[in-house]
């Protein structure tokens, strides 16, 4: 049997993020995912690696922030190293302004990024563009810090610097080491039940594909949508918030209804063809922070889950947390974060 330092339950953003930052720390590692890469909420089509807005600060606004920086980095490694794009662009993201409290509020916000974004970022209000959402009063919020990702594309180029890096990817295995659980939905049904607590929930979300080339243009963020020109020459548009749903993988006519508000809100969209209809669950904790830390009461157990909307964005940083604690014995947890968090 293989000698491992640590076992990574799940082949999703999460686990392959640790995984990487810990065969970086020169530890020896194996994911285990039964279903692949990229099996679950990580397979998706949208990749909106957006902010929460500059203000009201606290730890999980001053994760991301570190997070979505990192990316910078992150995915031109694993694209130089894997020869595989992850569809990684940073081209900002505009919101249209609806009338003169929004633009006063885009205005105090402006202020606000400039000392709470460290200079890296910027958030401004800008002139109403050919590609952009219908805006009432010709003006729209550009931020800078915003960027995308083909999520099917970008979790499989990372698993294959993983395997380069040396790591194990497997369907099945024996756990060996130390075991984080990065599993999803699945992990937080099996945490809840053995919590006796509702610690998490799986939340359905659909989302469409257009055949429409605006690569390199900014992603849109208009009545509650996120509009995402991908690098390879489509737009996806996303997602619906379901609690309750009778399949976690068809789309139905909630999604007619997403695709009809984006047709309305961006003129560019009502004609494009739609070539991919999507639907998952992707794993929200109570906190609506990732869950990281130990699993209570299970010694040498991890776990790395709650991603929901923002997993993708948090990835860089989750993986250096978790390795930081399973690795180094360093908790570096943000307070909000912790399993216990979701605990009653």
Request: glycine share 12%.
């Amino acid at each position: 049997m293989a000698s491992y330092d640590l076992t990574i339950r799940g082949a999703g953003i999460f686990g392959l993020a640790i995984a990487w930052a810990c065969l970086k720390r020169g530890a020896r590692v194996q994911v285990i995912d039964p279903a692949g890469v990229a099996a679950g909420a990580s397979g998706g089509i949208v990749g909106a690696l957006a902010p929460h807005t500059p203000e009201n600060w606290n730890p999980k606004k001053a994760f991301q922030l570190e997070s979505l920086l990192m990316a910078r980095a992150l995915w031109p490694e694993v694209e130089a190293l894997t020869g595989q794009a992850s569809g990684y662009a940073r081209t900002g993201r505009l919101q249209p302004i609806a009338d003169d409290h929004a633009r006063a509020l885009a205005e105090t916000r402006g202020e606000n990024a400039k000392t709470l974004w460290q200079g890296e970022a910027t958030w401004e209000i800008v002139e109403a563009a050919p590609w952009g959402p219908v805006s009432t009063t010709g003006q729209l919020i550009f931020d800078t810090l915003s960027a995308h990702i083909n999520p099917r594309r970008a979790t499989e180029a990372l698993a294959r610097a993983v395997a380069l890096k040396g790591g194990s990817i497997a369907r099945d295995g024996e756990e060996v080491g130390a075991v984080i659980w990065a599993t999803g939905a699945t992990g937080l049904a099996a945490l809840n039940a053995a919590t006796g607590q509702p610690v998490g929930t799986p939340i359905k979300g659909q989302a469409a594909l257009f055949r429409l080339d605006r690569a390199g243009a900014p992603q849109l963020f208009v009545d509650g949508l996120h509009i995402m020109p991908h690098l390879d020459g489509t737009v996806a548009v996303g997602s619906t918030t379901e609690r309750d749903f009778e399949s976690a993988t068809e789309t139905d006519a909630l999604l007619d209804d997403v695709v009809a508000r984006a047709r309305s809100a961006v003129p560019a969209l009502a004609d494009a063809e739609i070539i991919q209809r999507w639907a998952g669950l992707r794993p929200r904790a109570r906190s609506r922070a990732p869950m990281l830390g130990p699993w209570p009461g299970r010694a040498g157990h991890f776990m790395a889950n709650g991603g929901f909307k923002i997993g993708f964005g948090m990835a860089p940083k989750v993986g250096e947390v978790m390795a930081d604690l399973v690795l180094e014995s360093r908790d570096t947890i943000p307070e909000g974060f912790r399993v216990e968090d979701n605990l009653r």
